[in-house]
Nanobody, 114 residues
Framework: QVQVVESGGGLVQAGGSLRLSCAVS????????MGWYRQAPGKQRELVAS???????NYADSVKGRLTISRDNAKNTVYLQMNSLKPEDTAAYYC????????WGQGTQVTVSS
């Protein structure tokens, strides 16, 4: 059974930074491309960053240059370093694999005040 635990969210002022973590168990983590998604109130969930098994990354235009995704296969964990945060980054953040997504975790809330 797949388990996923996101953590690291919080309340931060605009311009601040946060580092999110997502620990995954129940899959062969190193064999899976992973992504960070976010969902703001009243909006659809969107993919903001992804990383392949080989470490190649891709970002939504809205976060490019400010968010950095990385992975540690030894720890079965994917990270999202968030810098220069904006109020529009306020959302619940989730991780999942890109292909055959598993059940969503509880997410971690990021709130950016202006």
């Amino acid at each position: 059974q797949v388990q996923v635990v996101e953590s690291g969210g919080g309340l931060v002022q605009a311009g601040g930074s946060l580092r999110l973590s997502c620990a995954v168990s129940g899959i062969i983590f190193r064999d899976n491309a992973m992504g960070w998604y976010r969902q703001a109130p009243g909006k659809q969930r969107e993919l903001v960053a992804s990383i392949t098994t080989g470490g190649s990354t891709n970002y939504a235009d809205s976060v490019k240059g400010r968010l950095t995704i990385s992975r540690d296969n030894a720890k079965n964990t994917v990270y999202l370093q968030m810098n220069s945060l904006k109020p529009e980054d306020t959302a619940a953040y989730y991780c999942n694999r890109l292909l055959l997504p598993f059940s969503w975790g509880q997410g971690t809330q990021v709130t950016v005040s202006s």
